[in-house]
């Protein structure tokens, strides 16, 4: 029996749709590439990174610092910002020994909803050819975008948007607050920001060091979360801040030899995560584990974002 021939008038099956897929075998790697100079924070290209720290830790100063950096050799930097003006950052630029070149690399947004806008940020960066683009701070931001920093659907909502903006473009640098008192450095708020970051770097005085115009402090920088291990070590860094007279500053960043600062012998968060590490079973959200520590609810919660990293 002749098998009959299939009909030229009859409608071809529809597939169904897949998903779109590339071998691993054919991506071509990428590495991250630092754009700061070995004389400031350490930030690269497509990563996104934070510098968190209580008021007058020298965050902002440590922001400026890195935006003059990348200026003055050449690059365009975008600054988004709600709580300093254009003026403010002039002020701050001027006391660092800005050259009027870098001062024109150097673009200032007033802080609105448009800062997290992945269109038109990505193509203001395509515009300057930008090699770095500031939020200062998180809470202006959210405030602007979003219900509450503590929300964390919201606050996911937000960071995915500046995760987008620096996909494989410039560097994202974000200043932002903890919690005082909590004993640690890592963002306020919902653990999707710390979640979200590539790098997020603490910022805190060094013991006995006070924030002058004539006298020196200093700030320790530590190492709170590196997800790709870009800086090959967790070693601390320290900003020496060397008043010159006049309302001038000269930032230095040196790499600190001895031992790192995160979770420090005596840190009650360092006695909280190996707690919780020691569950059986372990929590299944911060909730969980605060029902069952008991204990400060802000201290817990950091100590469960830490110990979901280091998962």
Same mark, same amino acid.
């Given at each position: ?10 409608p071809t099956p529809l597939k169904p749709p897949t998903l ?6 054919? !991506? +071509?790697?990428?590495? @991250?590439?630092?754009?700061? #100079?070995?004389? /400031? ?7 996104? &990174? ?82 770095? !683009? +500031?939020?200062?701070? @998180?809470?202006?931001?959210? #405030?602007?975008? /979003? ?7 919201? &606050? ?57 115009k004539t006298n020196d402090w200093t700030s320790t920088i ?36 001895g031992s790192t600062h995160r979770l420090a012998a005596g ?45």
């Open positions: 029996m002749t098998p009959a021939e299939p009909d030229p008038t009859s779109k897929t590339t071998p691993l075998s054919d !991506v +071509v790697p990428v590495d @991250a590439v630092r754009v700061s #100079s070995e004389k /400031a924070i350490p930030l690269w290209l497509g990563q996104l &990174v934070a510098l968190v720290g209580e008021g007058e830790s020298g965050k902002t100063w440590l922001a400026c610092h890195a935006v003059l950096d990348l200026a003055e050799a050449g690059h365009h930097v975008i600054i988004c910002d709600g709580e300093m003006s254009a003026a403010a950052w002039l002020r701050r630029f001027r006391q660092l020994g800005a050259s009027e070149q870098a001062l024109g690399r150097a673009h200032y947004v007033e802080m609105d909803g448009h800062a997290k806008d992945v269109a038109l940020v990505r193509a203001t960066v395509t515009h300057l050819d930008a090699k770095l !683009v +500031v939020w200062d701070s @998180a809470l202006s931001l959210i #405030s602007r975008t /979003a219900r509450s920093e503590n929300d964390n659907a919201e &606050v996911s909502r937000v960071y995915d948007d500046l995760r987008e903006i620096v996909r494989n473009s410039a560097g994202g640098l974000i200043v932002d607050h903890t919690t005082r008192g909590s004993g640690t450095l890592i963002s306020r708020g919902a653990t999707a920001k710390f979640n979200a970051l590539d790098v997020s770097y603490g910022v805190r005085l060094t013991d006995g060091s006070v924030p002058g530590s190492v709170e979360k590196d997800r790709h291990g870009l800086l090959g070590d967790r070693q601390d860094r320290e900003a020496l801040f060397h008043p010159l007279g006049s309302g001038a500053l000269h930032l230095e960043i040196t790499q600190s030899t840190n009650p968060i360092t006695a909280l995560v190996n707690r919780i590490d020691e569950m059986r079973p372990p929590p299944t959200s911060a909730n969980k584990a605060c029902e069952a520590l008991g204990g400060t609810r802000a201290q817990v919660l950091t100590a469960y974002r830490i110990w979901k990293e280091n998962q």
